[in-house]
C-alpha cells in the first residue's frame, strides 16, 4: 500500500538509521548509512569521529557534482505483514562554515546522545526534501 507524503515523512523521521544514496556527475552510484535528524522538509547529517578511510568522502564529493540524492529508511521482519520502507527524495547542500552548521548540529546532538559527548565536525549535508514517498505491506 502507497504511503502518503506525511506518512513516509513520519515513517523515514523515526528511523534511527537511513541509506543516503550520491551519485557522481557521470552517474556512479554510491550508498552508505548515515544518521540523521529531519526538521520539516530538510534531513540534515553530519561528517563524524567514527573511523573513516579519509576525509575526502565520495558522498561529498558526489554531492559536490550532483547534488539530486536519495535517502531511504525502512522496517524489516520475518512477519511480512509489518513490512515498509520510506524515501526522500531531494536536492543536498554542504553547510562547512561554524555559523550555518550550529544548528544542525545541535538537532543531531539532541537526537543522538553519542552526539553530545563528541559532537560532529563537520561538514553537515542538508537536503531540501522535495518527495517523500513509501510503501506499507498494510
Do not use: C
Not at 60 to 84: F, G, Q
Not at 123 to 137: E, F, H, L
Amino acid at each position: 500500500m502507497r504511503l502518503s507524503g506525511p506518512e513516509a515523512r513520519h515513517r523515514l523521521a523515526s528511523s534511527r538509521v537511513a541509506r543516503l544514496a550520491t551519485a557522481s556527475a557521470d552517474g556512479q552510484p554510491h550508498i552508505v548509512a548515515i544518521t540523521f535528524v529531519a526538521d520539516g522538509d530538510v534531513i540534515y547529517t553530519a561528517v563524524d569521529h567514527k573511523p573513516k578511510t579519509t576525509a575526502n568522502l565520495r558522498r561529498l564529493r558526489n554531492i559536490a557534482e550532483n547534488p539530486k540524492v536519495s535517502l531511504l529508511a525502512d522496517h524489516y521482519s520475518d512477519d511480512w505483514t509489518t513490512l515498509w520502507w520510506a524515501r526522500a527524495d531531494g536536492r543536498a547542500a554542504i553547510l562547512a562554515g561554524p555559523d550555518e552548521m550550529g544548528a544542525p548540529l545541535a538537532l543531531l546532538a539532541a537526537r543522538y546522545p553519542q552526539y553530545q559527548a563528541d559532537p560532529p565536525g563537520g561538514p553537515v549535508v542538508a537536503i531540501t526534501v522535495t518527495s517523500w514517498t513509501g510503501w506499507s505491506y498494510t
